[in-house]
């Protein structure tokens, strides 16, 4: 079932610039606040995802709002929010939009015409992404890679921003079926949204008991401060952030320290490289700096290039754990100065 967002949509300006673009989007995660609770990292991997075209993967147990995250996100900026409950007969088309047979003409004849599915919008919630076979979890590669949907011979360019939030329990993997390693490399960033700590539940309870309704945003304050112009003027401030050749040989380096680790099958790919770059330029830009930092990569290195490894069998037995393995190799590489 599709999740519209109904907020209003007020003209936006049509010449933002980079101050105005991020001090807009700096105000969002005050925005998003009024209704979540505590997960302030996810929100900042959702923006520098915004930031950098790219799509995140949620995984959190339920219960921990990554629905009502992506819902006051979308309202926060003004732009539409659809969502997709993926289930194991969800079709490809059910998703990306199929061919229809229109009513009989004048002529008394029928006619086909694409109707667009929920992938035509700007924040596609894509909630439990793993429950859905392959050939369906496939069909989103194409929107995610190249923005635009093939059908029919024609390709249709989808809105801008456009953004994939995906989202997966950790646990109750029976009837599941596991992200392949082509789809995973998709996703600019996999987040993990954590339980709160007790005075982030106490003040979650307390807004329930103050009459707070997870269904209705807009009573909960939450109001929108940012559009697409600022999205946009955001990313193009982003790609002009500048990366010099000590930060990207340090970036080159912790991906290839993953493809000799012993502990892995599958180290970082080249794009897994370039993701860490793209989401770290957001970072800095973001931060309010113009160039990237190793402790931008440092901070981003994580949510980029962990859900990119595999463990080898015996690791796994052993009970290692992608994110030591990550660790050590931070660790190993030579940060420059």
Known sequence: ??????????????????????????????EVAKAVVGQDAA???????????????????????????????????DVESRRVQFTPDLMPGDITGSMVIEGGSAAGGHELSFREGPVFTNLLLADEINR????TQSALLEAMEEGQVSADG????????FLVAATQNPVEYEGTYPLPEAQLDRFLLKVHLPLPERDQE????????????????RDAGVTTV????????GIRATGQVRVSDEVAGYIVDLARATRQAPSLSL???????????RSARAWAWLNGRDFVTPDDVKALAHASLAHRLALRPEAELEGVDVG?????????VPVPR
């Open 43 to 77: 929100v900042s991997g959702l923006l520098v995802a915004l930031l950098s075209r790219g799509h995140v993967l949620m995984e959190g147990v339920p219960g921990v709002a990554k629905t009502l995250l992506v819902r006051s996100l979308a309202a926060a900026l």
């Open 1 to 30: 079932m599709n999740d519209a967002s109904d907020s209003p949509s007020p003209t936006q300006p049509s010449d933002v610039s980079p101050d105005e673009a991020r001090e807009a989007l700096g105000t969002v995660r005050a």
């Open 267 to 277: 180290g970082v790919s080249p794009r897994g490289a370039t993701a860490l770059l």
């Open 202 to 217: 106490l003040a979650i309870v307390r807004r329930h008991a103050d009459g707070f309704d997870p269904r209705d945003i």
């Open 154 to 161: 024609r390709t249709r360019p989808l809105p801008r921003p």
């Open 132 to 135: 859905t076979p392959p050939k």
């Open 324 to 332: 030591q393995v990550l660790a050590t190799a931070l660790g190993s």
């Open 226 to 233: 940012a559009g697409p112009a600022h999205v946009e003027a």
